[in-house]
Protein backbone atom coordinates (compact mmCIF):
# COMPACT_ATOMS: atom_id res chain seq x y z
CA UNK A 1 0.00 0.00 0.00
CA UNK A 2 1.33 3.56 -0.41
CA UNK A 3 1.94 5.79 2.32
CA UNK A 4 -1.01 7.56 4.19
CA UNK A 5 -1.54 10.85 2.79
CA UNK A 6 -1.42 13.01 6.16
CA UNK A 7 0.85 13.98 8.94
CA UNK A 8 0.85 12.41 12.55
CA UNK A 9 2.15 14.39 14.88
CA UNK A 10 1.91 15.13 19.09
CA UNK A 11 0.11 17.18 20.92
CA UNK A 12 2.83 18.80 22.67
CA UNK A 13 3.50 19.69 19.06
CA UNK A 14 0.75 21.76 18.47
CA UNK A 15 0.56 22.70 22.23
CA UNK A 16 3.92 24.87 21.63
CA UNK A 17 2.47 26.14 18.20
CA UNK A 18 -0.33 27.40 20.21
CA UNK A 19 1.55 29.05 22.85
CA UNK A 20 3.70 31.03 19.86
CA UNK A 21 0.79 32.52 19.12
CA UNK A 22 0.19 30.58 16.13
CA UNK A 23 -3.63 30.75 14.82
CA UNK A 24 -4.46 27.01 13.95
CA UNK A 25 -7.30 25.22 12.81
CA UNK A 26 -8.10 22.42 15.31
CA UNK A 27 -11.06 20.23 14.62
CA UNK A 28 -12.27 17.95 17.66
CA UNK A 29 -13.95 14.92 16.46
CA UNK A 30 -14.84 13.78 20.21
CA UNK A 31 -19.01 13.48 20.77
CA UNK A 32 -20.39 16.97 22.37
CA UNK A 33 -20.10 15.64 25.37
CA UNK A 34 -17.01 14.49 25.41
CA UNK A 35 -15.87 18.04 24.27
CA UNK A 36 -17.98 19.71 27.02
CA UNK A 37 -15.71 17.84 29.34
CA UNK A 38 -12.61 19.33 27.92
CA UNK A 39 -11.41 20.88 24.71
CA UNK A 40 -8.08 22.57 23.34
CA UNK A 41 -8.97 26.20 23.45
CA UNK A 42 -10.48 27.66 20.07
CA UNK A 43 -11.21 23.53 18.66
CA UNK A 44 -14.37 23.32 16.67
CA UNK A 45 -16.11 20.67 17.61
CA UNK A 46 -17.55 18.08 14.54
CA UNK A 47 -18.36 14.38 15.74
CA UNK A 48 -16.63 12.05 13.35
CA UNK A 49 -20.17 10.63 12.11
CA UNK A 50 -20.92 14.43 11.04
CA UNK A 51 -17.31 15.67 9.52
CA UNK A 52 -18.19 14.56 5.56
CA UNK A 53 -21.17 17.14 5.89
CA UNK A 54 -18.77 19.95 6.74
CA UNK A 55 -15.89 19.42 4.77
CA UNK A 56 -17.21 22.34 2.69
CA UNK A 57 -16.22 24.79 5.59
CA UNK A 58 -12.54 24.70 5.07
CA UNK A 59 -10.39 25.49 2.58
CA UNK A 60 -8.46 22.31 0.92
CA UNK A 61 -5.19 24.30 1.13
CA UNK A 62 -5.38 24.69 4.96
CA UNK A 63 -3.30 23.47 7.31
CA UNK A 64 -6.02 21.24 9.93
CA UNK A 65 -5.45 19.48 12.98
CA UNK A 66 -7.63 17.29 13.99
CA UNK A 67 -7.66 15.71 17.81
CA UNK A 68 -10.07 13.05 19.59
CA UNK A 69 -9.36 11.26 23.24
CA UNK A 70 -6.55 8.60 21.92
CA UNK A 71 -5.64 9.56 18.12
CA UNK A 72 -8.11 6.58 16.72
CA UNK A 73 -11.58 8.50 15.67
CA UNK A 74 -8.68 11.87 14.79
CA UNK A 75 -6.35 9.20 12.30
CA UNK A 76 -10.73 8.16 10.41
CA UNK A 77 -11.01 11.79 10.25
CA UNK A 78 -7.17 12.67 8.68
CA UNK A 79 -8.27 9.26 6.15
CA UNK A 80 -11.48 11.08 5.48
CA UNK A 81 -10.27 14.52 4.92
CA UNK A 82 -6.84 13.52 3.00
CA UNK A 83 -9.57 11.14 0.54
CA UNK A 84 -11.39 14.23 0.08
CA UNK A 85 -8.57 16.33 -1.12
CA UNK A 86 -7.35 17.91 1.82
CA UNK A 87 -3.46 18.03 1.33
CA UNK A 88 -2.05 19.41 4.78
CA UNK A 89 -4.26 17.41 7.28
CA UNK A 90 -2.45 16.64 10.83
CA UNK A 91 -3.43 14.01 13.37
CA UNK A 92 -2.87 14.52 17.25
CA UNK A 93 -2.34 10.83 17.25
CA UNK A 94 -1.76 10.86 21.00
CA UNK A 95 -5.28 13.39 21.23
CA UNK A 96 -6.48 14.49 24.27
CA UNK A 97 -4.88 12.43 26.59
CA UNK A 98 -1.28 13.54 25.42
CA UNK A 99 -2.75 16.92 25.90
CA UNK A 100 -0.71 19.45 28.73
CA UNK A 101 -2.21 22.30 27.66
CA UNK A 102 -4.81 24.53 28.67
CA UNK A 103 -8.23 23.03 28.49
CA UNK A 104 -11.28 25.08 27.76
CA UNK A 105 -15.03 24.15 28.95
Do not use: T
Request: with cysteine.
Amino acid sequence: MGSKRYQDVVARQVAERLRSGENLIIIDVREPHEFAAGHIPGAINIPLGELRAHLDRFSPEAEIFLVCRSGVRSAEAARIMAGSGFRRIRNIQDGMLGWEGPIAK
